[in-house]
């Protein structure tokens, strides 16, 4: 199996592409700069420069894409936008490091965590982005999407178990009532979902057991 990691020298990226490399995968990091991640298969270009021929061959792209500045913030939607394009109509699967924000929090899907009174209001710009691309990203039934959101709590630095709980559209609390999960669970559970493939078409959620 082929994958190719984008931002793969983010926090994120670094651990997925090492995730999958101790897996045995075949594994290229996609950066803009000197790489810095686990597999010495690159490809040094922005993400807004790629192009359909770059990502040929590929079974999985895993986008692990971030903005957090007032001015680049957009580039959510617009990042998606462009990488859905490339791989439009094709086979390779598109994989998608989302947010937990947009989880919902009621049965009929009309409530959404960033919506709640104890949203840090730091973080709701952010949340709001990152749901925009979410809502334009199901809208593309010509791309085979997977959308993982992290617990509430996702923690960069947190301990590796290997396991997760996966969930759905909503927020799901652990046997703790936690909604929590490390930056490397979520890896695990990222390239799981690589390897697997059983969630095309669908936003799915992962929390720590």
Not at 34 to 52: G, M
Not at 70 to 93: A, F, N, Y
Request: hydrophobic residues 40%; aromatic residues 6%.
């Amino acid at each position: 199996m082929k994958i190719a990691v984008i931002c793969a020298n983010g926090k994120e990226g670094k651990l997925i592409v090492k995730e999958a490399v101790d897996r045995g995968l075949n594994v290229t990091a996609i950066v803009r700069g000197e790489n810095k991640s686990a597999t010495e298969k690159v490809i040094q270009k922005d993400l807004f420069d790629l192009t359909a021929s770059d990502l040929e061959g590929f079974d999985v792209v895993i986008d692990a894409f971030g903005a957090w500045t007032p001015e680049t913030l957009p580039q959510h939607s617009t990042s998606l936008k462009h990488l859905c394009d490339l791989v439009s109509g094709k086979g390779t699967r598109l994989l998608v490091v989302g947010g937990a924000g947009s989880l919902y929090v009621n049965p009929e899907h009309t409530v959404q965590v960033m919506d709640g009174s104890d949203f840090p209001d730091i973080f709701k710009p952010l949340a709001a982005n990152m749901g925009k691309a979410l809502d334009e990203l199901r809208t593309r039934n010509d791309v085979k999407w997977t959308y993982v959101s992290p617990a509430g709590d996702f923690q960069a630095d947190g301990a590796k178990t290997g396991k997760y709980i996966l969930g759905g559209e909503e927020l799901t609390l652990n046997s703790k009532g936690e909604s929590v999960i490390s930056y490397a669970d979520y890896a695990v559970a990222m390239v799981d979902e690589a390897v697997q493939g059983n969630h095309i078409q669908q936003r799915i959620s992962v929390v720590a057991e």
